[in-house]
């Protein structure tokens, strides 16, 4: 499997979602919005941590976790993400278990985090 099938699969599950994606080349300006619009803005897909965030930001638009905790709704997205990717790598897990690392340890309202949901 190449990055370009794990790329048409993450663009496919969009087009049948009807959700809009925009690239940009920092991961840590990716972000989901559902919603009325709802809109994905993510790495372009040339790796699989970038497959990853990618899907973990569907994840936030397809899990519908609309807990008031942003770890529960993390948590949720990275489950969709490992449930629906076409593969699932160690080094995947990896920035998956990273970032959940991350928002535990945040105070309750941080400040900047890495995406926005
Ligand atoms: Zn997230």
Not at 10 to 26: P, R, S, T
Request: with cysteine; aromatic share 8%.
């Amino acid at each position: 499997m190449v990055i370009t099938d794990l790329k048409r699969h993450f663009l496919k599950l969009c087009a049948d979602e009807e959700v809009d994606v925009q690239w940009c080349d920092n991961p840590l300006k990716a972000l989901a919005l559902s919603g009325e619009l709802e809109f994905i803005r993510t790495p372009c897909i040339t790796s699989e941590i970038a497959y990853a965030v990618a899907m973990h930001e569907l994840g936030h638009i397809k899990s519908r976790n609309r807990s008031t905790e942003q770890i529960a709704r993390e948590r949720a997205a990275w489950d969709w993400a490992r449930r629906n990717a076409l593969k699932w790598t160690p080094r995947m897990e990896a920035y998956a278990a990273a970032s959940l690392r991350w928002y535990e340890d945040q105070p309750s309202e941080p400040a900047g985090k890495p995406d926005n949901q």
